[in-house]
């Protein structure tokens, strides 16, 4: 698989195979989905073990890469599909650039497009990527990052106080 790297206004620059763009460490596009139950909950999943990075951390409800020449919006709304089974609209909420590394060696240095959607029924996780998943509120989320920040993965931690001001000033159903 390919991802577009960009620099740090978004604007695409190339393309690269993903695991080498997480050797070498460069500026890719990516995008995370936050989801929403309409009691104000939020989904989240925990990444199956075998992943490349993060395996076993919970996360937001969805991440990935959007493709060369596919648009991100698209791309985030298929692989919300693909992975949790869920089809719903999205919104774009916003962007951050975050730098982690990790113990084996790879770094997301990612350009990262944040979406928000509201979603009730039921979800249908693929099992190559997600173990488990569980909706949470907000205080339940931040009090859980507080106590045992271990347990998320590191881009979740980072825009997870961005959603929390996000939300202070939109509405996204």
Known sequence: MYVILVDEHDVPVGVMGKMEVHQKALLHRAF?????????????????????H???????????????????MEAAEKRLREEMGIATPLKKAFAFIYKAGFDNGL????????????????????????????FKTMEEVRSSIESHPQKYTEWFKIAFPKMEAYLETASFN
């Open 32 to 52: 995370s989905i936050f989801i929403f139950n309409d009691r104000g909950e939020m989904l989240l999943h925990k990444r199956a073990d075998k992943k490349y």
């Open 54 to 72: 993060s395996g076993g951390l919970w996360t937001n409800a969805c991440c990935s890469h959007p493709r060369p020449g596919e648009d991100t």
């Open 107 to 134: 770094t997301e240095y990612e350009f990262d497009h944040v979406f928000v959607g509201n979603y009730n029924g039921e979800i249908i996780p693929d099992q190559e990527e997600v173990s488990d998943y569980c």
